[in-house]
């Protein structure tokens, strides 16, 4: 999180751990450093995913598939993840995981390079959840709008990446790309005539669009 330690603090401990498989992808992700979706931002995913009801939903970034397994739980019935991964390792892992899920027919895993790949989805989603390749997310917008159902959210994670993106004093030299594009990002998201969006400082900070 990105604001005082003391209400993370405190909103961190009002959140109940989980059990089972996702308590399990929890310690690998901490022992292996994979950036697995903060316990706040899950909880905004499962309300915001309550509310939207989807039926399909697609994901930029699976790593080990923890957030896609969390997700499958907000799915109406008969309902799918299609997710997003360039990183063979993270592929295999995220397919073992889900297959102990017993998730297999409900989660796909497409492997490839997240440009490339939404070039060529041609489906309808009604939730897209974003949080890979912060400097292009950009560039994955008006793939992400094309397939996004008119009622359908936009989630997007990291969109404040660590208070640089609020803050130039912050920017650390190698960042200054990244920042720049997600200013651009967020400047767009908040702009576009067809989304309504608003910037929570959640985890390391989250968009929600809805799709008018
Ligand atoms: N959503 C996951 C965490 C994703 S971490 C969760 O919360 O459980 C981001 C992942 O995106 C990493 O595994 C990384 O390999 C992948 N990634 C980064 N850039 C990418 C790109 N351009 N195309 C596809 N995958 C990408
Ligand atoms: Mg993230």
């Known amino acids: 999180m990105i604001c005082y330690d003391y209400i ?6 009002t ?11 929890e310690n690998f992700a901490r022992k292996y450093h994979v950036p697995i979706i903060e316990p706040e931002v899950a909880k905004l995913l499962l ?12 994901e930029v970034g699976t790593a080990i598939g923890y957030s896609s397994i969390l997700l499958s739980s907000v799915l109406e019935p008969g309902g799918i993840i299609d997710t997003i991964e360039r990183y063979e390792l993270m592929i295999e892992k995220a397919k073992e995981n889900i297959k102990k899920a017993g998730l297999e027919s409900t989660i796909h895993v497409i492997g490839g390079e997240a440009f490339e790949v939404l070039r060529c989805l041609d489906k ?22 094309r397939m996004l159902n008119p009622g359908g959210l936009l989630v997007s994670d990291n ?18 790309t990244i920042v720049r594009r997600m200013r651009d990002y967020l400047h767009q998201i908040c ?3 067809l989304l309504e969006t608003s910037i929570l400082p959640v985890g390391d900070g989250v968009a929600i669009s809805y799709r008018k």
């Open 8 to 13: 993370n603090e405190y909103v961190r401990q």
């Open 15 to 25: 959140i109940k751990s989980n059990d089972g498989i996702l308590s399990e992808l």
């Open 124 to 145: 309808k989603y009604d939730m897209v959840f974003l949080d890979a390749a912060k400097g292009q997310y950009g560039e994955f917008l008006p793939e992400c709008l």
């Open 47 to 58: 309300v915001l995913g309550r509310l939207a009801k989807p039926k399909r939903i697609l």
């Open 159 to 176: 969109v404040l990446y660590k208070g640089m993106v609020a803050s130039d004093k912050l920017v650390v030299r190698r960042k200054k």
């Open 191 to 193: 702009n576009h005539e």
